[in-house]
């Protein structure tokens, strides 16, 4: 909890010197005390092998053999795992013989239709992990078309798919250890298997997804190997995760800057976190709406409710003293 104690003083005191006007100042802090509240729920699951306990590793900085309280006592294979606000449910996939599968199968749908004291799904996020390294990820499809998407409710958005293990999908041929990237040839192949699995995942639930891939690393002896679109895989849980509980991830993610060094350079990840956090202290409970009507008054001439709908994102600067203020804290974790 310490870390977000950290993440939120920090916030709190940099707006409070920033030059915004005072009725943003108040709002962005009163939001700053409700983000503190939340809780961020997210279900990982995927086949055995697949590095799902690396990958929490990876993200989090979390030793899943120390950290948690043991299994849910309500869906017995489900382990929980607590840091702070972020709550992760490491879950079984399927592949574990058919009794074992029909009782995973049964507890993931217990889980994913569970409610939270507000009535809402408890699980706001389902990271499902694929093994690169396989050629058979027939149970993987089967979890994810007859389990996981029809519990998923309305919101099919809660669901990601990540093939991890990118750096042995073609049996460790292709990939470059020195810069810890795949070669061409790899790399195409790797996009031709996102292609085939977003695919196949539309054909048989109608739900667009867009898988990743990614390693999550390993210690092999004394060398060992960083991650790879580790940042990308955390953008995309950032993203994908409800605006107001998006600052929690500020306080788990893991601070070796090693593990952030890697990715696939299309596109700058980072600056995509930064953007999405900003974004979810700066609009989340309609502050946007309330800054609005309370600048409205002072300019004149401009109905509030027309600002309103502008949201803070834009009015008085507020966006971009957040994103820069998030990103002086992200600044020795990302490398800037």
Known sequence: MQNNQNFAE????????????????????????????????????????????????ALFDADVSKVGVGVDPETMDIEKYELGNLIL????????????????????????????????????????????????????????????????GEDKCRILVAINQADMAMKGRGWDRENNKPEPELERFLEEKVESVRRRIK??????????????????????QRP???????????????KDKRTIYANNINRDREMWEDDDDLKDYRDGILDDIAESVSEC???????????????????????????????GGAFGVVKSIAKSFFGGIFGW
């Open 89 to 152: 449910w490491d879950s079984p996939g399927l592949g574990d013989g058919k009794e074992a599968d029909n009782r995973h199968a049964k507890n993931l749908k217990a889980k994913l239709l569970e409610r939270d004291s507000e009535g809402n799904p408890l699980i706001d996020l389902v990271l499902v992990i694929l093994d690169g390294s396989s050629r058979d990820m027939g149970t993987s499809f089967e979890l994810i078309s007859n389990v996981i998407v029809p519990n998923l």
């Open 285 to 315: 409970a309609n502050v946007g709406a309330e800054i609005g009507e309370s600048v409205g008054r002072v300019i004149g001439g401009v109905p509030g409710r027309v600002i309103g709908r502008i949201g803070g994102k834009i009015l």
């Open 228 to 242: 790879y679109n580790l940042t990308k895989l955390l953008y995309q849980i950032v993203h994908y995760t409800p």
């Open 10 to 57: 920090k916030m709190q005191r940099d707006i409070e010197a920033s030059g915004l006007p005072e009725a943003i100042k108040r709002k962005l802090i009163a939001n700053l005390l409700l983000l503190k509240g939340k809780k961020v729920n997210m279900l990982v699951t995927g086949a055995t092998g697949c590095g799902k306990s690396s990958t929490i590793n």
């Open 203 to 224: 054909e048989s639930t109608g739900v667009d997804v867009e898988p990743i891939y990614y390693s999550a690393g390993y210690k092999d002896g004394d060398k060992p």
